[in-house]
């Protein structure tokens, strides 16, 4: 069995790499309606498991980032585990 060849670099053959971010419309409506000074309670993402609430946490960051790319958010949950998203200015 032969492990590989020499090609040129033109032979090379490319694919897109990683897969097309998913976004939420309902969620990027209200992180955009968000102004510095106000926050949002999100029930519909309510996490209990505290293993669980940073890969929501980061869902909501990645909505947040791409209707305000410029701005910070910041992730409380209640002690049910509802995130509250508040605008930093």
Do not use: W
């Amino acid at each position: 069995m032969e492990l590989g060849t020499i090609i040129s670099e033109d032979q090379v053959e490319r694919t897109p790499r990683g897969r097309k971010a998913v976004y939420d419309p309902e969620l990027l409506e209200l992180l955009e309606s968000l102004t510095p000074g106000s926050a949002a309670r999100l029930d519909g993402l309510q996490e209990e498991d505290k293993d669980k609430r940073s890969a929501v946490s980061a869902h909501i960051r990645k909505h947040f980032a791409s209707v305000n790319p410029d701005e910070k958010c910041r992730i409380e949950y209640t002690a049910d585990g509802v995130p509250q998203v508040r605008f930093q200015a």
